[in-house]
């Protein structure tokens, strides 16, 4: 199970830090997976990780903007999201895909459900 949290209300160019903790897997092995769904949208991939931290991977609307990190002596990932815009409202879901894809691929749907997510709310 993947536990997401660190989500909150935030003001438009505002920063928050997501935090996902595995239990019953060792996510070191496993390429996280950041995904977010907006309300009446489908769910889409934020950034990717693979093990090893030599695949990365950012969709458009983050890049410049979020960071994605692993800590693997707590087996725990993070995303660093700096100057959040609005249509960053969304829940926040943190996942693992084997490492036999490119970040690039494991960032793409479907996206099933590994934990509880977190909402991150972008609001003046």
């Known amino acids: 199970q993947l536990v997401s949290s660190g989500g909150g209300l935030v003001q438009p160019g505002g920063s928050l830090r997501l935090s996902c903790l595995a239990s019953?897997?060792?996510?070191?092995?496993?390429?996280v997976v950041w995904f977010r769904q907006a309300p009446g949208k489908e769910r889409e991939g934020v950034s990717c990780?693979?093990?090893?931290?030599?695949?990365?991977y950012y969709d458009d609307s983050v890049k410049g903007r979020f960071t994605i990190a692993r800590d693997n002596a707590s087996d725990t990932a993070y995303l660093q999201m700096n100057r959040l815009k609005p249509e960053h409202t969304a829940v926040y879901y943190c996942?693992?895909?084997?490492?036999?894809?490119?970040?690039?691929?494991?960032?793409?749907?479907?996206?099933?459900?590994w934990g509880q997510g977190t909402q991150v709310t972008v609001s003046s």
């Open positions: 996942g693992a895909r084997p490492p036999v894809i490119t970040a690039q691929d494991a960032c793409q749907p479907p996206f099933r459900t």
């Open positions: 019953q897997i060792a996510l070191r092995y496993y390429t």
């Open positions: 990780l693979s093990p090893g931290d030599d695949s990365i």
